[in-house]
């Protein structure tokens, strides 16, 4: 089955720090969202992208739809000790019934 | 609006047992989902349905049966729980309109098998 690679598996930043994580594929997707996940919670989705090359903020988020759609980027500018929790890109292919494919996620450890 | 709620939040099975997941959402989403999230992990599909009266499978169906009666609930059953079950249970709702597959989830239930 189709398969997300996503990277790092971990990072630990300083409070302040911009932070930079990706995920890869090697099947095309139409739509690309990026989920957070806090302890003991669901994921909350914190970016769609929905057109190739597409970049979109939200806050001190930003999100890139790769050219050649198998892959995204997802960056957080001037971390915070919330931001800390699991990340997670999931990409869907619109002919598929919303089923979609998850990463195994990033998590993001901030130090005050 | 409640989203998307999930019962129970916690369970204990013992081998073999039986149970039932129930997960209702008020967003008037045609679309559900079940996944299930073991440690370090992402989430894999267990089951998911596009409408009332239909569902489908996943990724991981085997050992797992569901039923969407009515469009707000979605039940996922365990008819002989065994411990590679434990898991968190994770049930999801979206729009189907316009390519539009925002997930929305449910706050989870974690399930041990003993």
């Not at chain 1, 971990?10 to 095309?28: A, K, L, P, Y």
């Not at chain 1, 806050?59 to 790769?66: I, K, P, S, V, Y």
């Not at chain 2, 039932?20 to 989902?33: G, I, R």
């Not at chain 2, 996943?58 to 365990?78: A, H, T």
Request: proline letters at 4%; hydrophobic letters at 30%; one cysteine or more.
């Amino acid at each position: 089955g189709q398969q997300l690679n996503q990277s790092p598996q971990s990072m630990f930043i300083q409070e302040g720090e911009d932070v930079s994580m990706n995920c890869t594929s090697s099947s095309i997707f139409n739509t690309w969202l990026w989920y957070k996940q806090d302890p003991g919670e669901g994921p909350v989705l914190l970016i769609a992208l929905y057109k190739a090359g597409e970049l979109t903020s939200n806050g001190r988020l930003t999100a890139q739809f790769g050219i050649t759609r198998k892959d995204s980027f997802l960056n957080i500018s001037a971390s915070i000790p919330s931001d800390v929790g699991i990340y997670f890109c999931a990409g869907f292919y619109n002919t598929n019934a919303g089923k979609s494919t998850f990463g195994d996620g990033t998590t993001l450890t901030v130090k005050p | 609006n409640a989203g998307v709620t999930q019962t129970p939040k916690f369970r204990v099975l013992k081998t073999g047992q039986s149970m039932t997941l129930l997960c209702a959402q008020d967003m008037n989403h045609e679309y559900m989902y079940w996944y299930r999230q073991d440690p370090g992990m992402g989430l894999r599909l267990i089951h998911y349905s596009v409408g009332e009266g239909t569902t489908a499978k996943g990724e991981v169906p085997d050992g797992y049966n569901v039923s969407r009666l009515k469009k707000q609930n979605f039940l996922l059953g365990l008819e002989s729980a065994a411990p590679s079950q434990t898991s968190v249970y994770f049930c999801a709702s979206s729009y189907s309109l316009g390519g539009n597959y925002e997930q929305y989830f449910g706050p989870g239930t974690r399930l041990t098998v003993t």
